[in-house]
């Protein structure tokens, strides 16, 4: 599988869409802002697509030919070389339900049609400025050849930063690229409590109107990777009518 994860090069964008009118207007707006862009016109194209290389980033729709977009998801998260790619779900569908469905599946964000250009590239924006952060090969950590690799543990929760990896008793755990950031700002900030607002602000990384139940969604779905009891959470603590916290060990 060709990567295009490359600092050199521009962000590759892949744009899951049927309705060929609003992949131009997409493409021309992320051209506008530096990106490189590609459409799929069904599921099973853009799954091809993937396999010979690896985008940066993903805008999906859920209603598709041949496969919808739902499934599209699943399959991403479900192979390893493509479980850390930024999902973001455009749909025409608007109800709690599919919004919640298309998290819990493992997208990072959902937009709902008709949508409003600039928000969208402002999304796209804050997903890919974390990547960048991320994959920066002149960190200093890696400038220094003595430098020790940042590290973030509480008790049995080993979070790599610089890596993206996370391990959980011992055994490495699969995290969407929210689920990861998410994690680590609760980690640094083990003890605290941090609000919704706060955590949409920070993960998210807009100032847009978002429903906070991303958060809530984006939690749960953390909790069955992390914890021992997603029913009996021991490491993030629900603080009722605020937000959340991580336990400090």
């Not at 997903?127 to 200093?140: G, V």
């Not at 930063?161 to 996370?166: A, G, I, L, M």
Request: proline share 3%.
């Amino acid at each position: 599988m060709e990567t295009v994860n490359n600092k050199l090069k521009k962000r590759y964008v892949l744009v899951v869409e049927d309705e060929e009118d609003i992949v131009r207007l997409i493409t021309f707006h992320l051209e506008k802002e530096g990106y490189l862009v590609e459409g799929a016109g069904s599921g099973r194209e853009a799954l091809e697509i993937v396999s010979e290389k690896t985008p940066d980033l993903v805008i999906l729709d859920i209603m598709l030919p041949e496969m919808d977009g739902l499934e599209v998801c699943r399959r991403l998260r479900g192979n390893s070389q493509t479980a850390s790619i930024p999902i973001l779900i455009l749909s025409a569908r608007k109800e709690e339900f599919d919004r919640v469905l298309g998290l819990e599946l493992g997208a990072d964000d959902y937009m709902v049609k008709p949508f409003s250009v600039r928000e969208l590239v402002a999304r796209v924006r804050a997903m890919l400025r974390r990547l960048e952060q991320r994959i920066d090969p002149d960190l200093a950590a890696k400038d220094n050849a003595n430098a020790a690799e940042k590290i973030i543990r509480s008790n049995d929760i080993i979070l790599y930063p610089e890596r993206h990896q996370v391990t959980v008793r011992g055994e490495e755990r699969s995290l969407t690229h929210k689920e990861f950031v998410l994690l680590e700002l609760l980690m640094e900030n083990a003890g605290k409590v941090l609000t919704r607002d706060i955590l949409l602000d920070k993960v998210w990384g807009y100032e847009v109107e978002v429903d906070t139940r991303t958060v809530d969604v984006h939690v749960r779905y953390l909790r069955q990777k992390i914890e021992a009891d997603p029913a009996r959470p021991f490491y993030i603590e629900t603080v009722r009518g605020v937000g959340y916290r991580f336990v400090k060990t």
